[in-house]
């Protein structure tokens, strides 16, 4: 497995002159974000898929009645 990219490493490509290594590594920590943040959703998700809100509403659920002309 690669080793991951730290934005240290973006700010001494950076300062090494060199800019392609820069746009490199700025995808990269771009895209270990990405990949953190939907495998918090996905967890979120899994924790919540099939229970039913708690819902302590006093109002009925439909509030319109249907009438017959």
Known sequence: MAEAVTV?????M????????????IGDVLQQKVMIALQNKKKDFAQ???TKPNTDSKEPES???IENG
């Not at 240290?8 to 001494?12: E, H």
């Not at 300062?15 to 392609?20: I, R, T």
């Open 48 to 50: 919540t898929f099939l």
């Open 63 to 65: 509030s319109g009645e």
């Open 8 to 12: 240290s490493d973006v700010v001494s």
């Open 14 to 25: 950076a300062f090494e002159g060199n800019p392609s290594g820069v746009k490199s590594a």
